[in-house]
């Protein structure tokens, strides 16, 4: 267990909806990192957070969003869903802004239909 | 831009078998370098990592990687295979840069090496 909890597990919606997958860092960790996996991707980074402060932002899409609370959890927004969403979103944290190891969530499965 | 490459998209040895996945990346500066392993349905478990220091590191379940700077390489060994180490394995180097005025630091993955173990 890698301390980093992800819910849910497991998401299937119609196209054009809009889903928002939630990610609790570790203890202590200040940072968040979402990653989309796909099969012909790979492991695409998305956004990183910092303390509540976007830090860093990758391919991600405009259709999606993300943001860090004062809690430190994360929440990725996904809008606007076609069929090529569906992957599995990883949420991984850190103790610092880099320079460090992130641990990885069990990921978020989604389903576009 | 920072890039990591692993040439083997699948590889497949016996148990008992040694192992070596290959990783090569891109960086202008030293690199921080980590080797993750991803069981089916599973998330990304930390394997091992090298900052600085001894270029050849430890891990868990009995692995290890060396650094060589000349090579820009970062490969990844085990002497003998087992069939709970069928899994996929993912090298990846973090990097700092700039972004609105100030650091950031980004872990960017290879594509992944799919090990399968043969009984």
């Known amino acids: 267990d890698s301390g980093v909890t992800q819910t849910p597990k497991h998401l299937i919606t119609a196209t054009g909806q809009r889903v928002t997958l939630r990610c609790s860092p570790r203890?202590?960790?200040?940072?968040v990192y979402w990653y989309q996996q796909s099969l012909d991707q790979g492991l695409q980074f998305l956004i990183q957070y910092y303390n509540g402060e976007e830090r860093a932002k990758g391919n991600i899409l405009e259709r999606f969003s993300a943001q860090q609370f004062p809690d430190l959890h994360s929440e990725l927004n996904l809008s606007s869903l076609e069929l090529g969403d569906s992957a599995l979103y990883f949420c991984?944290?850190?103790?610092?802004?880099?320079?460090?190891?992130?641990?990885f969530g069990q990921g978020t499965r989604l389903t576009v239909v | 831009a920072q890039s990591v490459t692993q040439p083997d998209i699948h590889i497949t040895v016996s148990e008992g078998a040694s192992l070596e996945l290959r990783c090569n990346y891109s960086y202008g500066a030293t690199p921080y370098l980590f080797w993750y392993v991803q069981s089916p349905g599973q998330g990304l478990q930390l394997l091992l990592k090298?900052?600085?220091?001894?270029?050849l590191v430890q891990g868990i379940k009995g692995f290890e990687a060396e650094f060589k700077r000349s090579q820009s390489s970062f490969n990844l060994r085990k002497p003998s295979v087992h069939w709970s180490d069928a899994a996929e394995y993912f090298c990846?180097?973090?990097?700092?840069?700039?972004?609105?005025?100030?650091?950031?630091?980004?872990?960017?993955f290879g594509k992944g090496t799919k090990l399968s173990v043969i009984p």
């Open positions: 090298y900052f600085s220091g001894d270029t």
């Open positions: 203890s202590g960790d200040l940072s």
């Open positions: 990846a180097v973090g990097s700092f840069y700039a972004y609105s005025g100030a650091g950031s630091y980004q872990l960017t």
């Open positions: 991984a944290s850190s103790v610092g802004g880099g320079g460090t190891e992130a641990f």
